[in-house]
């Protein structure tokens, strides 16, 4: 039964009622992190900070931002921009946070590939983050909307038309989503809405899962070590900080995540003061027109990879490759045949196709932002046609790899 | 024995309550996001077809959308293949192009090239002759017709006509 005492001090009234101590523990002080770990390490707290910089700054737009065809355009380029006192403040950290997110999306991810991060046990870490990156995805989709410039406009247009899916002319469908036959205010209102509320909502609830995912594996560690966290935990606490492989959450692995949090800030609070260009699109300062499409449409650099995938080929086999590469990555853990969760490089040629891969999307990404002519356009073929025989390859090079 | 058969049975009512309630809940959502009757009423143009020059690219509107209204040169209508006439929409005894002009592989807007008489799409490469027809993919057919009727020298846009259905069945356009 509970039972309650008068209590000797505030944290003891709170300890009775909310159990802090406890709690305390089990997030933070008993937590336990490998020692061997490096910087990429910090990128999962450096996502947070991110994304913890969209809602703020996202929170002082929405005071300003009008979600109105006619309006939406001054208000964010005229009254936010020029009238509101550090307004270009909230929308250059928006934009720039919006951007750097998906670079540092990107080594997450590929630092979880290098490591092995997705196997034994971290199988559910794996699909949680892929839910973030898809749901990231459409949240800075959304957001893209919300200017109505011809950038927004123009891209709403493709984007929603791929879900016609091609040959099967699903018209019906792309006009429900759109609300009518064009993107128009039926369609900014619900992009706006899912961009400040649904979406936000369900990126919360997913970085939830993803921390809850962590919980039991723990964080894997830059040897491939087996780590026995409960040995190691109890060595730690029986005084033999030195000889254990493991250290707490707080403060002690904390102070060596929020220094490289640090020097991310100030890179980052570099670009948002003196090059924020790269995040503002210029062909989106023209407001939206539904009569005239800008000469070269192409998405923000983050999408150019998948976009790529889909611009070489006819209609219905490029939506098969775009498709493909969009659920691939969530099959990873059960491509990789290889029982080994250890580093690329000790995994003789899973190496070679995690380089492979790596080079293949960067150039992927550069060929999306140039027109589609001539060499370019065979360079692109090639890479897409790449991406997809390196996934199909990936079980059979696993398959036979001894263990280490 | 007793008290687990009773609760059975209020899972299994609860159960057809919340699914009722979930398929309800389902529809409204579905159609709430339907276009407005506003949006759909106002998906009608009618144009004046009297009043375009000659080889000349002129764009209309209806449904938010680019039409594309080419009056054919004397040119265009001698040299035409069999399948470019399919295309062929006459009124009151001029023929015409006229096309939604939105790519039909993702939706942009292709630019009408006078010297080469060729739409070209800037987004993914695809190409289009003066007809309408797709001359290079991306782009799976040619350009859609938008449904029309012919009254006299007007047209209706967004109505379906005698002349547009037989387009349609015959395959020239969705
Ligand atoms: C999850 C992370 C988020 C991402 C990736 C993201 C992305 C974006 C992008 C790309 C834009 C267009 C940027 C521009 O042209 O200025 C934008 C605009 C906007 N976002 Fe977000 N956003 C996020 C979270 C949020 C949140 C949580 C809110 C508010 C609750 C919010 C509110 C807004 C508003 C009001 C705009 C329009 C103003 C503008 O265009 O500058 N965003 N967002
Ligand atoms: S939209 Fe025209 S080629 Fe893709």
Redesign the interface.
């Known amino acids: 039964m509970a039972h309650f005492t008068k209590a000797t001090s505030v944290k003891d009234w709170l300890n009775q009622r909310l159990a802090v101590e406890k709690i305390e523990k089990v997030m933070a002080s008993e937590y336990w992190i490998p020692k061997n770990i490096n910087f990429l390490w910090a990128m999962g707290m450096i996502l947070a900070i991110t994304f913890a910089l969209l809602l703020v700054s996202g929170i002082f737009l929405l005071m300003y931002y009008n979600p109105d065809v006619n309006l939406a355009f001054d208000s964010v380029n005229y009254t936010i921009m020029r009238e509101v006192d550090f307004g270009w403040l909230w929308r250059h950290v928006h934009g720039v946070a919006a951007s750097v997110v998906f670079l540092v999306i990107y080594i997450h991810m590929f630092t979880g590939i290098y490591y092995g991060s997705y196997k034994k046990g971290r199988e559910m870490i794996w699909l949680s983050g892929m839910l973030l990156f898809v749901t990231f995805s459409a949240e800075a989709f959304s957001g893209y909307m919300l200017p109505w410039g011809q950038m927004s406009y123009?891209a709403g247009?493709?984007i929603t038309?791929?879900f016609s899916l091609?040959?099967l002319?699903m018209?019906g469908l792309v006009?429900?989503?759109?609300?009518?036959?064009?993107p128009?205010q039926?369609f900014l209102t619900?992009f706006f809405m899912l961009h400040v509320f649904l979406l936000p909502l369900a990126i919360m609830g997913l970085i939830g899962l993803h921390f809850a995912a962590l919980r039991i594996p723990h964080v894997n560690n830059q040897d491939g070590e087996e780590i026995d966290f409960d040995a190691e935990a109890k060595k730690y606490l029986d005084g033999d900080k030195a000889g254990s492989k493991v250290m707490r959450f707080a403060n002690d692995f904390m102070s060596k995540d929020m220094m490289v949090v640090g020097i991310y800030l100030i890179f980052f609070f570099y670009l948002v003061f003196y090059n924020y260009g790269f995040a503002m699109d210029p062909v989106n300062f023209d407001p939206a027109n539904?009569?005239?499409?800008?000469?070269?449409?192409y998405p923000e650099w983050y999408f150019l990879w998948s976009y790529e995938i889909l611009?070489p080929?006819?209609?219905?086999i490029?939506l098969m490759a775009f498709g493909f590469a969009q659920v691939i990555f969530m099959l990873l853990p059960w491509l990789d045949r290889s029982p080994n969760a250890v580093p690329a490089s000790r995994r003789g040629k899973f190496k070679i196709w995690f380089w492979l891969l790596l080079v293949d999307m960067i150039v992927l990404t550069a060929m999306g932002k140039l027109?589609?002519?001539g060499i370019f356009?065979t360079i692109g073929l090639v890479a897409a046609l790449g991406f997809i025989a390196l996934w199909i390859a990936l079980p059979f090079i696993t398959m036979n790899e001894k263990k280490v | 024995m007793h008290n687990s058969s009773r609760r059975g049975f209020m899972g299994k009512a609860f159960g057809a309550v919340a699914g009722v309630g979930a398929v309800g809940s389902l529809v409204a959502m579905?159609k709430t996001?339907?276009?407005?009757p506003s949006?759909k009423a106002a998906?009608f143009t009618t144009l004046d077809m009297s009043i375009y020059p000659e080889g000349k690219l002129i764009?209309e509107?209806w449904?938010?959308?680019?039409i594309f209204i080419l009056r054919k040169t004397k040119e265009m209508i001698d040299s035409q293949t069999e399948s470019q006439a399919t295309r062929d929409i006459v009124v009151a005894g001029i023929h015409y192009m006229i096309a939604i002009g939105?790519c039909t592989?993702?939706?942009?807007?292709p630019?009408y090239i006078p010297a080469e008489k060729e739409f070209h799409c800037?987004?993914?490469?695809g190409q289009f002759d003066w007809s309408g027809q797709v001359t290079k993919?991306?782009?799976?057919r040619g350009l859609d017709i938008p449904p029309f009727k012919i009254e006299g020298n007007k047209m209706i846009l967004g109505e379906v006509g005698p002349e547009f259905q037989a387009m349609k069945d015959s395959g020239v356009t969705?």
């Not at chain 1, 080929?313 to 219905?316: E, Y």
């Not at chain 2, 592989?105 to 807007?109: N, V, Y």
């Not at chain 2, 800037?122 to 490469?125: D, I, K, L, M």
């Open positions: 123009w247009m493709v038309n791929i091609g040959g002319h018209d006009e429900w989503i759109r609300g009518d036959y064009v128009a039926a619900r539904g009569l005239k499409t800008p000469t070269h449409i611009r080929f006819s209609i219905n490029g027109p589609p002519q356009s | 579905k996001w339907d276009p407005l949006v998906g764009t509107k449904r938010g959308k680019p939105l592989h993702l939706g942009c807007i630019a800037a987004c993914h490469g993919t991306p782009p799976p969705l």
